[in-house]
């Protein structure tokens, strides 16, 4: 029951960061809110049933992640840098898949199942997009 309750708490902050977020990109200039919402359902957002956030990070590197962090939190966040976890991490040399060790401890076999179950995925994705678009 309890770990049922903090994934439900878990999930409600991980929605309320990602609508917080795009919440004040349109007005300080960075995108519009139609940009946001397209980017989201059409890129990142389809994706997070098949790869977390973490994972996602963890497949690409924690170090192209913290560079990222490094150039748009600025931009996009209160915070000028990358979250000091983040930072020890790839200190550490803990870069995710690449190295076996993220925010996701990683074998080879873990890491080929993300990226196989990520590349079905994304296929499906491609295949269903050559479809016309009727809704608006």
């Not at 994972?55 to 990222?68: C, N």
């Not at 966040?77 to 401890?105: I, N, Q, W």
């Not at 179950?117 to 997009?129: D, E, G, I, M």
Request: with cysteine.
């Amino acid at each position: 029951m309890y770990d049922r309750i903090l994934q439900g708490l878990s999930a409600t902050a991980c929605s309320m960061r990602s609508n917080a977020k795009p919440s004040r990109w349109s007005p300080s200039g960075v995108c519009d809110a139609r940009t946001v919402d397209e980017v989201v359902k059409r890129g990142f957002g389809s994706r997070l049933s098949v790869l977390g956030p973490l994972e996602q990070s963890d497949l690409v590197g924690l170090d192209l992640t913290r560079s990222i962090h490094s150039t748009l939190m600025p931009a996009i966040d209160a915070t000028d840098r990358p979250h000091p976890y983040l930072e020890a991490l790839v200190a550490d040399g803990h870069l995710g898949m690449s190295t076996g060790k993220g925010f996701h401890d990683w074998t080879p076999e873990s890491a080929k199942k993300v990226r196989d179950r990520l590349n079905r995925f994304l296929a499906r994705q491609a295949h269903q997009s050559k479809a016309p678009d009727t809704e608006d």
